[in-house]
């Protein structure tokens, strides 16, 4: 266990640096989500009726941004190499990476929502609406983007490639955050339907990422 | 012939020769046949003569999923059993599932437009089937970033195989995505129980697109084998002019 | 064969769908020489296969 941890460890402590990808998603996720009214009109009733779809697009695009970095820099200086030869098994490896990769990454854009909310002029309920489907969703996103992460590790320029080939798997990750959000703000629907089987993906992602990107590693470093 | 010799490609080229002939006849004629059924089919109660779109659009979407089926029969022969001809059957079937694909979405885009008045509604169907089109380019555009043929075709497999598992689960969630922002039931796509005088024709249809495919396929196949000939032998070349 | 108010979308299915599938048909076709065209030009060099069969053999 003390092998994963310290993988765990070490990982975020390389993305907490400067230029290390944790805080630039949070930047990203603010850049987008100011630019949204810029498109859609300064329409306040209409960014808050948007306000959960345009907070989720932001944090998906973002988690999309950094997803790039959670095997390339391994890749680039051979620790990768060390991590696929190690005694850990692979998939433990690879869900410590993809763990730490969402505490650093993923936990700052839950804890910017508040911040966004007030932006887009969400009362309370929707805020935290919003959070806890982020809270709950993004450990989908980062653990389903895992399996791009590792297939496109050894192509030079793969980030287009790895969100091409991720975006199309979040799909019911993004329906199922904004209808939770919109059922706990307004919907006729409960809010406990969407939520759970929000959850109920990330349990998949959490099981099915780290062997398809085990695998992926494996067969891929040859 | 067993099984086993299906896996020496050498042996499953002159196989092709002597089956695509065949193959292509039997495609021809249930095409026909499907052809002048679907021509002399009756209108529908409510769509008219626009329910002749489904007998190519239906067809079109089966073979889309199927064929992502077969590609993730071969991801599992590539990653399981390494069978030889798995990369090639996998690498083959890509461009024409996508192929298909398409099809499905342009022919049900034009059936729906008669019957909803705009080229596209985010119907449940049509996006997931959207959805699937957009898996298949990415499978395609990873079979062409990665050189070495064998790494591409595990990296294609572990796609492939993800993606089949997330078709259901993105089936299922833009099925109540759907229902969700259209709670009044739009006329559906194919209708009811289908009647005897439609169901006749689409079955034939059906078989006809089956079988184009799996000629298409076969040849396409037969194209790999030979583009990794010429390759192990442009190797063989370049070394020799080395030594 | 009447096909009523919307022929024109019907005709226009069936002749994308034709007109795909007669591609799909024409690029196979097309790969299929030029691959056949390479490997002449490879044999014609004078590369042998491991087998020692022809390198157009199918």
């Given amino acids: 266990m003390t092998a994963l941890a310290a993988l765990i460890r070490r990982d975020i402590k390389i993305a907490l640096r400067v230029g290390g990808g944790a805080l630039i998603g949070v930047l990203f996720f603010l850049t987008v989500t100011v630019l949204m009214p810029f498109a859609i009109g300064p329409d306040l009733p209409l960014l808050t009726r948007l306000g959960p779809a345009i907070l989720w697009l932001g944090a998906l695009l973002a988690s999309l941004l950094t997803l790039d970095r959670l095997f390339t820099a391994d890749h680039e200086d051979g620790s990768l190499d060390l991590i696929v030869m190690g005694r850990t098994p692979l998939e433990l490896a690879c869900a410590a990476k993809a763990l730490a990769h969402w505490l650093a990454a993923g936990v700052p854009l839950i804890v910017a929502t508040p911040a966004l909310g007030l932006l887009l002029n969400l009362d309370v309920t929707a805020t935290s609406a919003v959070a806890l489907t982020l809270l709950v969703g993004t450990p989908a996103l980062t653990f389903t983007g895992m399996i791009g992460a590792a297939l496109a590790v050894t192509l030079h320029r793969g980030g287009l490639l790895l969100a091409v080939l991720v975006l199309p798997l979040s799909i019911p990750v993004l329906i199922f955050g904004v209808a939770a959000s919109q059922a706990a703000i307004s919907g006729p629907l409960p809010f406990g339907t969407p939520f759970s089987i929000l959850c109920a993906l990330s349990l998949v992602s959490l099981v099915v990422g780290p062997f398809a990107a085990a695998a992926s590693l494996r067969h891929g470093l040859d | ?243 | 064969m009447s096909l009523g108010p919307y022929a024109s979308f019907i005709v226009t299915s069936y002749a994308l769908v034709a007109a795909i599938v007669l591609m799909l048909i024409v690029w196979i076709a097309i790969d299929y020489r030029n691959q056949k065209e390479r490997l002449r030009e490879l044999e014609a060099s004078g590369v042998v296969r491991r087998s020692g069969r022809q390198a157009t053999e199918i």
């Fill in chain 2, 1 to 243: 012939m067993t099984l086993i010799d299906l896996a020496n490609p050498t042996k499953f080229l002159s196989l092709t020769a002597r089956v695509l002939p065949w193959l292509a006849g039997a495609t021809t004629i249930l095409l026909l046949i499907g052809l002048y059924q679907a021509a002399t089919a009756p209108d529908d109660y409510q769509q008219g003569a626009t329910v002749k779109i489904m007998f190519i659009h239906v067809p079109n979407a089966w073979l889309s999923m199927f064929v992502w089926g077969v590609m993730s029969i071969a991801a599992l022969g590539t990653l399981v059993w390494r069978h030889p001809l798995a990369d090639v059957a996998a690498k083959a079937a890509a461009p024409i599932g996508a192929a298909f694909t398409f099809l499905a979405l342009v022919t049900g885009s034009l059936w729906g437009r008669p019957m909803w008045g705009t080229y596209w509604e985010w119907d449940a169907r049509l996006t997931s089937v959207l959805i699937l089109f957009l898996m298949y380019l990415g499978l395609m555009a990873l079979w062409r970033a990665v050189d070495d043929p064998s790494r591409a075709a595990r990296a294609a497999a572990v796609l492939t195989l993800v993606g089949a598992l997330n078709l259901p689960i993105i089936k299922f969630s833009v099925d109540w995505w759907n229902t969700l922002h259209q709670p009044a039931a739009v006329l559906r796509m194919g209708g009811t129980s289908l009647d005897k005088a439609f169901l006749i024709p689409l079955l034939v249809m059906a078989l006809g697109f089956s079988l184009l495919f799996v000629t298409l396929h076969i040849a396409a196949m037969r194209n790999e084998i030979l583009r990794r000939r010429v390759r192990s032998l442009q190797m063989m070349q370049a070394s020799q002019q080395a030594a």
